[in-house]
């Protein structure tokens, strides 16, 4: 028998039971309410025994020792091949973080050679060069100063 079958009986087990506690309690049947709880109390301990008792099938004995230095995914337990995948998934997010950082740093600096450039050439978007032109065309119009007051 599989560990699975064995699994699946335990999982039917606790399914027939609580119909038969209920009609048990509800019928005032004691032998139904015993079966139920006896069906209830073999399915619950199957599965802890199952676990200790019974082998997995991808775990197989072998007369030859097994070396420390040779690691191959087969041979593994199925927990090793999730904390390597969780481990490399783990590497590639910081990665993708360190490139999202590096992306984020190189805009700023672009922002900031912007904003440079635009304080070297008098403001931003080139409006103090239009202010600048129009404060010298007043100065240059008398008229348009003795308007104002």
């Known amino acids: 028998m ?3 079958w064995i699994l699946g ?11 038969l506690i209920s009609f048990g309690t509800t019928g ?9 709880l006896a069906l ?14 019974i082998p997995d099938e991808e775990e197989e004995v072998s007369d030859k020792p097994k070396d420390s230095d040779e690691t191959s995914s087969a041979a593994d337990p199925p927990q090793a091949r999730v904390h390597e995948q969780l ?5 590639q997010r910081a990665e993708a973080h360190l490139e999202r950082a590096r992306a984020h740093d190189e805009l700023a600096r672009a922002e900031e050679e912007r904003a440079r450039a635009e304080a070297e050439r008098g403001g931003i ?8 032109e129009d404060r010298e065309s007043d100065a240059s119009n008398p008229k348009q100063n003795e308007d104002r007051p």
């Open 9 to 19: 009986a335990a999982f039917l087990l606790l399914l027939a039971a609580f119909p």
């Open 125 to 132: 978007g080139g409006f103090a060069d239009d202010a600048t």
């Open 87 to 91: 481990a490399l998934s783990h590497e």
């Open 2 to 4: 599989s560990k699975l």
């Open 28 to 36: 005032g049947n004691d032998t139904l309410w015993w079966a139920g």
């Open 40 to 53: 209830l109390t073999v399915g619950a301990l199957i599965p802890p025994v199952a676990r200790y008792a």
